[in-house]
């Protein structure tokens, strides 16, 4: 193709194209294998420079690969403005004593043979009505972590879990990003994707909430009842006042995304009426407040697990997080400038004929762009702009193709250490990531139960709303998805050939 001027660009070789790739994978696989103990900030920005020498290669200057990685970290700056933010909200909530308070009911409330199980099913219900496994993991997760720590769970175990339900419940939500994202990309109705993932995600977490109830049974044996009793009395000690009106403020977030104000607006928001609580009921200053947004609440009370629950957030907390966001996602800017994956996997859409293959597909696009873009909205946008037309030319509705990277970007995100999804959720639970990826149930069964329904022929839907059943595979009409004019003609008329043929 051509450039500017006498400029002649190409796209770049398979070969040229997995070069930052294999550098990037085999530098993170051999610094967690190893333990060499690195953070992945360095590794990421080294292969920059491997995929801009690549990019050179192929006839595209420096500036315009610059130019690349900056569109890309600009698109994702409300993103990063959002988790500094985020990092006031921690502070605000530990300060105020709101997180500590879930802790206190907590254990009061929870068995240890049934904490996994319902904290799950509540981290998805609150995923839910709040749209972000963001939002979930700093409030609910910080105190589930310490409950789990308390009845003795590998924190692995825990933060996969309240990871299962928050995504799942992010998955779900009409008000998530990601959901509407997803449908928005595919030209989809956002209900229509919704109701696409029930037949899908629902199965799954019934599965993933199964299993923790087998952990959780099989591990209450190892709770001892006075390290809970010490950590309550310690928590009880530390704050001037111990209510279930501190739990307020998490009832507040509920209340702003209902309202569908917007995320930065609304976490600033409700930061704010954490450092009101702080004040009233804890009898922080405006001083401490303004410290306390900066660097995070910081107490000594005594006690390691109480110090280790409040000891957090501030926006310097977040620093660790936006610096890996900010070089990763410019990575990723910088291969989709050059069209690695365009390289990598682009012929591959005129060979699908089956819309099983199409699927798999769709899912191998979507994780292996979040896992070496790292950045879970590409890995949503790129396999929707390569392959909503093939979805049309095999019949297939448009929520199909909405469903299936959800199954697979959405989920698969916070399972890449470098990714910035991966670097929030293990920087906000304390968790390192390949310590919980075992552990995130939903996440694993969800694409695998996706694809073997897709194989045995269960599970697809056409464009014109029919779908075929879980358990007969037959067809059942349900109602017609959005699409497109144009695309929803073209697909009815591949569909009424495909139907033709086989009858």
């Known amino acids: 193709m051509k450039g500017n001027g006498n400029v002649t660009r190409r796209l770049p070789t398979r070969i040229e194209a997995l070069i930052p790739i294999v550098v990037l994978l085999a530098i993170m696989i051999s610094n967690y294998v190893l333990d060499w103990g690195q953070d992945p900030h360095i590794p990421v920005l080294f292969t920059c420079v491997i995929a801009m020498l690549v990019g050179k290669r192929c006839g595209w200057t420096y500036k315009e690969m610059l130019t690349g990685a900056l569109d890309a970290v600009s698109q994702s700056l409300e993103a990063i403005i959002i988790i500094l933010c985020v990092g006031c909200l921690i502070g605000s909530f530990e300060w105020a004593g709101t997180i500590p308070s879930v802790v206190y009911y907590g254990l009061e409330l929870i068995s240890p043979a049934m904490f996994l199980p319902l904290a799950c099913i509540l981290c998805a219900i609150v995923g839910i009505t709040l749209g972000s496994a963001w939002t979930v993991s700093a409030t609910l997760g910080i105190a589930f972590m310490a409950i789990g720590t308390t009845m003795g769970f590998n924190p692995g ?117 954490g450092c009101v609580f702080a004040v009233i009921f804890q009898g922080a200053s405006l001083s401490d407040c303004i410290t306390m947004l900066h660097y995070g609440y910081t107490a000594e009370t005594g006690n390691a697990l109480c110090d280790e629950l409040v000891n957090r957030g501030g926006m310097d907390s977040m620093l660790w997080t936006n610096n890996l966001v900010i070089v990763a996602v410019g990575f990723g800017g910088i291969l989709h400038k050059i069209g690695a994956v365009e390289a990598l996997i682009g012929g591959l859409v005129h ?69 910035s999804c991966g670097a929030y959720h293990a920087a906000t639970l304390g968790v390192p990531t390949l310590s919980y990826v075992p552990f995130c149930f939903m996440n694993i069964i969800n694409p695998i139960y996706a694809l073997i329904t897709a194989a045995l022929g269960r599970n697809i839907i056409y464009a014109d709303g029919t779908r075929t059943t879980l358990f007969t595979g037959k067809l059942k009409q349900g109602p017609v998805p959005e699409a497109p004019d144009d695309a929803h003609e073209t697909a009815m008329s591949a569909l009424a050939s495909i139907r033709g043929k086989a009858e």
């Open 157 to 273: 175990l825990v933060a996969g879990m309240v990871l299962s339900g928050a995504c799942c419940g992010d998955k779900f939500s009409p008000l998530s990003d990601s959901t509407n994202l997803a449908a928005g990309a595919s030209q989809t109705g956002l209900f229509d994707h919704v109701r696409a993932m029930t037949t899908t995600t629902f199965p799954s977490l019934i599965m993933a909430i199964i299993l923790y109830t087998f952990f959780s049974i099989s591990f209450s044996g190892n709770y001892d009842p006075q390290l809970a009793s010490e950590l309550q009395q310690a928590i009880v000690d530390h704050y001037n006042y111990m209510s279930p009106v501190l739990l307020l403020p998490i009832v507040l977030i509920v209340v702003v995304a209902l309202a569908k104000m917007p995320a930065l607006a609304a976490v600033l928001l409700v930061s704010g009426v």
């Open 351 to 419: 060979r699908v004929t089956k819309p099983f293959h199409l699927i798999i597909v769709t899912m191998l696009t979507s994780i292996f762009c979040i896992t070496t873009m790292c950045d879970q909205y590409l890995g949503l946008i790129i396999p929707s702009t390569m392959y909503k037309d093939r979805y049309d030319e095999l019949g297939l509705a448009r929520n199909l193709l909405s469903r299936t990277m959800e199954d697979s970007g959405t989920l698969w995100s916070p399972l890449v250490p470098w990714s």
